[in-house]
């Protein structure tokens, strides 16, 4: 997604994700072990036993009886066990420890945590109650009453600097005399990696999704309705009981008008929508067991919002990005649930096949994830039938859109949408761009796979471009067409977490797009200026939400600019090396900072612990 001045997001969005917890960094320089001790072998693991609190107690050690706990009032980010501080509504501490080794010879360190804060007062700037979060002597996060969220945040710390220790691992709550807070802490985990590239999160699960999908639509495209079917895969050797699927666009609407409305679940049981009715629990009849298939069926219908936006509709132009179901997906640091940002990109899922059948009036144009083919319908109305393999979301658009093709250089097939108002020049240059763009980044990171693409153009988004596989939307604009193409690799191939680490694709992107616009990034670092001490390239959305103004200027610009200082430590053609090895290992997968690093080092001789540290690029 090309940012955009943020004057345009709905104030709601911005009130919710102003909650915003203190973080405090770890000081390394007086932390670390010896040097040999950080050199010897490092044997990847995960160090906090019983992190989901699911087996009993042990070896946690809790205050008091009932802090780990499976009582009703709260609920478990996964599983059926959690620990509750607090929540008494009187002077009250609650205490949650375990000793925890970290392997020395570990060039990465990462403790994670899923939080959910609930609380009665009522004040917007006074911290009755707090949360501690604390390794050994280190303070790594104090949370309180005002970072109360809406379901499960996921908390990460760069813990690196404790490797080769024994330290206690530590969350203290306390509470004043009146109204409570409840600190609701669950699967707490401490992963450690080796200074060569880790190997994949084999656990990442429900694997291998594929999707099929029948909608039908109104006459003006902005109602579909219709079925979805998903089959899935558990690769985790831990039993799958349940799945969720994110209904992303419930966003755009309420709760109690939700614009995604999934009925008659079949293949699992229907539970109770959670994170803003944006994620939908559906438990298994019987668990899987690690390599065994399910699938879930479901009733969907969709109904497209007024305003010109990744899913609105621009008067007789329809947009429909995130709007079929996707399954969430469960990795070592349990779901990841996070909430919708209009900020940025929350959205985090494996490749997955589509086949989406798409019926609708012939007088509308269907531009759509995938390669499509057009059948006639019922009288006076057209069947697309879209199919994509390897993609991570579908997304589609519907109007009386004006089309123009062509072939790009390398073969690839590009098709340009606009809506009224757009000049058939500018339609005929962003074709240009398009050809020119999807070659420059096959050439840089690996061909291009998906067949067709597909740019609609609007001048009214608001929100710049946004990038969906195999398709885009974007303003008259070489540079931000450049750079939503460029996402095609940085996300779309080589995934990521969006919400926890948008730096991944934001600034893999800007920098992509830099590189194919013959632009150097010369000297952009010199003009880095940091707001705090908290303020971090690898920040979350959750940060970037709550300090919107700085998202662009952080993650965007200075992202960028780390690489363009990264390419001048390696070289050009070590680093134009890293990146298309990097993107050929991770085709299909998933990246992680954690994994970059230790991919760019690998390339290089020179030691780059103060390069990621002077140019604030953690985990």
Request: with cysteine; proline share 4%.
């Amino acid at each position: 997604m090309r940012s955009t001045p943020h004057k345009a997001l709905a104030a709601g969005a911005l009130a919710v994700t102003a909650l915003a917890a203190v973080s405090l960094p770890v000081t390394p320089a007086a932390a670390l072990p010896p040097t040999a001790a950080r050199a010897a072998a490092c044997t990847p693991a995960q160090v906090v036993t019983n992190g989901g609190f699911e087996s009993g107690t042990s070896p946690w050690t809790q205050s008091s009886t009932g802090v780990i706990t499976t009582r009703t009032g709260q609920s478990a980010h996964g599983g059926t066990g959690f620990a509750w501080l607090d929540g008494v509504g009187s002077t009250h501490t609650d205490t949650l420890s375990q000793s925890v080794t970290i392997p020395s010879g570990c060039a990465s360190a990462t403790l994670t945590f899923w939080l959910h804060i609930d609380t009665a007062e009522t004040t917007s700037s006074t911290a009755y109650d707090k949360l501690t979060a604390k390794i050994g002597g280190t303070t790594l996060a104090t949370y309180s009453n005002l970072d109360e969220n809406t379901g499960y945040l996921r908390k990460s710390f760069d813990v690196s600097a404790f490797a080769g220790q024994t330290v206690n691992l530590a969350f203290t709550g306390t509470e004043d005399s009146s109204l409570q807070t409840s600190f609701v802490l669950d699967d707490v985990a401490l992963d450690t990696s080796g200074d060569s590239t880790p190997p994949a999160d084999s656990a990442r699960t429900p694997a291998a999704p594929s999707y099929t999908v029948s909608l039908s639509s109104n006459t003006s495209g902005t109602v579909w309705t219709g079925h979805e079917s998903a089959t899935f895969t558990n690769a985790s050797a831990t039993a799958l009981g349940e799945v969720y699927l994110r209904l992303w666009d419930n966003y755009h609407g309420t709760c109690s008008a939700m614009p995604i409305a999934v009925s008659n679940v079949t293949g699992g049981t229907a539970g109770s929508l959670s994170v803003d009715c944006t994620a939908l629990q559906i438990t298994l009849p019987t668990p899987l067991a690690q390599g065994q298939s399910a699938t879930i069926g479901f009733d969907l219908g969709i109904t497209v919002p007024s305003g010109a936006d990744r899913f609105g509709h621009d008067g007789a132009f329809d947009f429909i990005g995130n709007a079929l179901p996707v399954l969430a997906v469960k990795d070592a640091a349990g779901w990841h649930l996070d909430p919708y940002t209009n900020n940025g990109e929350s959205f985090y899922s494996l490749a997955a096949d589509f086949k989406v059948t798409l019926d609708h009036p012939t007088s509308l144009l269907v531009p759509a994830t995938g390669t499509s083919t057009d059948t006639p319908g019922s009288s006076g109305r057209t069947v697309t039938t879209a199919t994509a393999s390897k993609v991570r979301d579908f997304a589609w658009a519907a109007g009386p859109f004006t089309k123009i093709s062509g072939t790009s250089a390398a073969g690839t097939a590009v098709n340009v949408y606009t809506v009224s108002g757009i000049s058939s020049s500018d339609a005929q240059s962003m074709l240009t761009t398009a050809k020119s763009a999807v070659d420059a980044h096959a050439a840089r990171f690996g061909a291009y796979p998906y067949g067709e693409l597909d740019a609609v153009i609007d001048n009214n988004y608001w929100f710049g471009g946004m990038e969906y596989p195999g398709f885009v939307l974007d303003l008259v604009s070489t540079t931000a067409l450049t750079h939503e193409i460029g996402h095609q690799w940085w996300y779309g191939i080589v995934g990521d977490d969006e919400y926890n680490s948008p730096w991944l694709d934001e600034a893999f992107t800007d920098y992509s797009t830099d590189l194919a616009l013959n632009k150097t990034g010369s000297n952009c670092w010199n003009s880095v200026s940091w707001a705090s001490s908290a303020e971090k390239i690898t920040n979350s959305m959750a940060y970037w939400d709550a300090h919107s103004s700085r998202y662009s200027t952080v993650v965007y610009g200075y992202g960028k600019c780390a690489l363009h200082d990264l390419r001048r430590v390696l070289g050009d053609s070590a680093m134009a090396k890293l990146l298309k090895d990097y993107a050929g290992s991770h085709w299909y997968g998933v990246s992680t900072t954690a994994e970059f690093k230790a991919a760019a080092q690998a390339a290089t001789s020179t030691d780059l612990t103060s390069f990621w540290t002077s140019h604030r690029i953690d985990g």
